[in-house]
């Protein structure tokens, strides 16, 4: 037997359309307000469902968060990807334009850039996994990139790919915070002279 459908949606359909929603209205109030600070109730008002429709798509503001967590990671990893397939062919230019194109994708929305680098913290350690493995998708295109680069020095590469992503989110979360952000541009020189540094003998 078919499922009834509703406005010519069916319940999949129709399920899926206010997960959306709610992921639309995270991205801003987890951005805006910050992740504390954000109740079911407000975002299911910015998202225009009741509370009972809320926890149809979502066991809870964590999953929530984990939702709009792994997808800017995944728009990210396309955005750098897709850079560096432009890239000179070059360990280290890969590796400069994708540094180049992480700060600037993450910096293009400034709620990308806070739930990334502060609200994902802000939640806890149920979010530790996800936080995790999008250090490791970051790490494993360093890594890939610079295994042949001459100048490489001869210390754990994995260790010193882990520091540049480590010291890329520390520089962004600082751009998230300060009053008086710095300008993009020197967030890129920046984190471009630490992966020097670091790989250089």
């Not at 979502?58 to 432009?86: I, P, W, Y």
Request: some cysteine.
């Amino acid at each position: 037997m078919s499922q009834r459908s509703y406005r010519g949606m069916s319940a999949e359909e129709r399920l899926a359309e206010r997960r959306e929603r709610l992921v639309s209205a995270a991205y801003t109030l987890y951005a805006d307000l910050g992740f504390p600070e954000t109740t079911i109730e407000k975002l299911c008002t910015l998202a225009r469902i009741s509370n009972r429709a809320f926890y149809e798509c979502f066991s809870g503001r964590n999953e929530l968060l984990q939702a709009v967590h792994d997808r800017c990671v995944q728009e990210t990893v396309l955005a750098v990807l897709k850079s560096m397939e432009q890239a000179p062919e070059t360990p280290t230019g890969r590796v400069e334009v994708g540094i180049a194109a992480y700060i600037s994708f993450v910096t293009e929305d400034r709620r990308r850039a806070k739930i990334l680098h502060l609200e994902v913290r802000r939640a806890g350690d149920y979010l530790t996994r996800s936080r995790q493995h999008s250090v490791a998708v970051f790490t494993q295109i360093i890594e890939t990139n610079i295994f042949d680069l001459p100048e490489a020095t001869k210390a754990n590469q994995h260790l010193l790919a882990l520091g540049v992503i480590g010291a890329m989110q520390e520089l962004l979360t600082e751009w998230v915070l300060a009053d008086d952000p710095p300008d993009v541009d020197h967030l890129i020189d920046t984190a471009i002279h630490i992966f020097h540094r670091s790989f250089a003998t």
